[in-house]
């Protein structure tokens, strides 16, 4: 059974950092995609970024380009995004997110959800 649990979210001034965490289970972390969503109140789902199992491949949002850093430790089948320099408009929850390895990294309708961390950024 494939299982994410994100962790890490909180309360945050703005121009600080905050790193979340995504533990994943079930799947071979190698032959997969796992990527950073979020939604704030009244708004869509949007994808922040996201790597690639196999070769550590990245991609990111434009609003967070320079600001937040993915990675992964596939020892630990963990996900990590660094967000640095937050803005109060990064106020969300986070949902790490995970499907096979598209032919192209990009924010797809993945197949596998966690549950999400709540991320507030106070001005």
């Known amino acids: 059974e494939v299982q994410l649990v994100e962790s890490g979210g909180g309360l945050v001034q703005a121009g600080k950092s905050l790193r979340i965490s995504c533990a994943a289970s079930?799947?071979?972390?190698?032959?997969?995609?796992i990527c950073w969503f979020r939604q704030a109140p009244g708004k869509e789902r949007e994808g922040v970024s996201c790597?690639?199992?196999?070769?550590?491949?990245?991609i990111y949002a434009d609003s967070v380009k320079g600001r937040f850093t993915i990675s992964s430790d596939s020892a630990k089948n963990t996900v990590y995004l660094q967000m640095n320099s937050l803005l109060p408009e990064d106020t969300a929850v986070y949902y790490c997110?995970?499907?096979?390895?598209?032919?192209?990294?990009?924010?797809?309708?993945?197949?596998?959800w966690g549950q999400g961390t709540q991320v507030t950024v106070s001005s």
């Open positions: 997110a995970a499907g096979v390895l598209p032919y192209r990294l990009g924010f797809y309708e993945y197949d596998y």
């Open positions: 079930g799947f071979r972390f190698d032959d997969y995609a």
């Open positions: 790597i690639s199992g196999s070769d550590d491949t990245t």
